[in-house]
């Protein structure tokens, strides 16, 4: 029979040498388990006699405990040393962020604004508001719009039902507000409500009920006013040439101006900007040869009619000046390459991604735009 102490002494060095838990516990079958020594032991107490049965059997029983005392410290020994490796290795960098970083991009619309802001800023012009909701005389009266102009129809303008507030001096047309079909009415109320000289941009959302490839019911208009003591059409034209060079980014882009209609300008004139055909698309500029030269209508202008002077209580004696006005989309459409208006107002951020622009790099007058 094996001796009992050469087991122990065994098993004992066996388990201090253990260094995982399967190792461990293939000592602890080997030992313990149905087929194991100490239990071939055990099976032996049977076929001896009561007293030897006895001596042996507590022997036994003593060597077993001590073993499975010996497995179970060891057993938790090497459950720490594992818990801590793990714990070593399987480290969470919670600094990482989780998904990749989305960046807010500024709508092309507000890009166009802040470079105009920039320009306009460094020629000394200063920016104006006024309310998208107006009155007849602000948005067509005071302009000039005789009666039964077309533009006041309901085809044109959107009228809303309230009554508009009306000074007694302000004659007009209809007693209904309306959304603003351009920014000119911020014009008059900046002529009404300061002293000249003027010399003011605005911006603005207008409204007009139309909606195709090229409208929408809603858009952007940009308006600027300067009135003084001495200003010519020679102003408007250096002033609105310096400005769609500068906002185009091409120095020699032609500039064509063409007798026009608008009530509230006399003489006025559309303005038109040069491209060419280039490939399958268009370019902004002179082309190389006159045949080529291709125009685009961009924005309304004139002088300042003598009667919206009057209705604004500036003395057209004394003070004249030029105005104009322009669709913003359009114009971020030509710089930018968008081609269709509509997704301008689509809220879609993957439009926004493409077209947009850094948050962190606003044109300004320091930066240039
Ligand atoms: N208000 C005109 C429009 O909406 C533009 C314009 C402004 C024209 C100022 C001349 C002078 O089309």
């Not at 022997?59 to 459950?79: C, D, F, G, P, S």
């Not at 209809?174 to 079909?181: E, G, H, V, W």
Request: with cysteine; hydrophobic share 35%; charged share 25%.
């Amino acid at each position: 029979m094996t001796n009992i102490n050469t087991l122990k002494t065994e098993l004992t060095t066996q388990i201090e040498a253990a260094n995982d838990l399967q190792a461990l516990d293939d000592i602890r079958i080997s030992a313990l388990g149905k087929k194991g020594r100490v239990t071939a032991l055990m099976k032996t107490l049977g076929s001896m006699t009561p007293e030897e049965r006895k001596t042996k059997g507590q022997e036994l029983n003593v060597l077993k405990n001590e073993i499975t005392n010996q497995l179970k410290k060891q057993e938790k020994v090497l459950k720490k040393v594992e818990m801590e490796e793990r714990l070593a290795t399987e480290q969470l960098d919670i600094t990482l962020s989780i998904r990749p970083e989305r960046k807010g991009h500024i709508h092309p619309i507000s890009q166009t604004m802040d470079e105009l802001v920039t320009i306009f800023g460094a020629m000394g012009f200063t920016v104006a508001e006024g309310p998208d909701i107006e009155d007849d005389w602000h948005n067509f009266t005071a302009l000039n719009f005789p009666p039964g102009h077309p533009a006041r129809e309901m085809q044109d303008t959107f009228f809303l039902n309230n009554p508009a507030k009306v000074e007694p001096e302000q004659k007009s047309g209809d007693t209904r507000k309306l959304l603003r079909t351009h920014t000119s009415s911020v014009q008059i109320r900046h002529m009404e409500n300061n002293e000249p000289p003027f010399k003011t941009i605005c911006f603005g959302r207008t409204y007009r009920s139309d909606w195709d490839m090229t409208h929408t019911p809603m858009f952007h208009q940009m308006e600027c006013i300067c009135v003084d003591k001495d200003i010519t059409m020679a102003h408007l034209k250096g002033c609105l040439t310096d400005f769609v060079r500068a906002f185009f980014k091409i120095d020699d882009l032609p500039v064509r101006f063409r007798p026009s209609f608008f009530p509230f300008v006399e003489p006025g004139a559309e303005v038109d900007i040069g491209y060419f055909k280039k490939g399958e698309g268009i370019k902004l500029g002179l082309a190389d040869n006159p045949n080529d030269q291709k125009w685009m209508e961009i924005l309304g202008a004139g002088m300042v009619h003598c009667n919206v002077l009057t209705n604004c209580g500036v003395n057209p004696e004394i003070y004249q000046g030029f105005a104009f006005g322009m669709g913003l989309e359009r114009a971020t459409m030509l710089k930018y390459g968008i081609s269709d208006l509509r997704t301008f107002f689509d809220s879609d951020t993957r439009w926004l991604d493409h077209y947009g622009f850094d948050p962190f790099d606003r044109p300004n007058s320091a930066t240039g735009q």
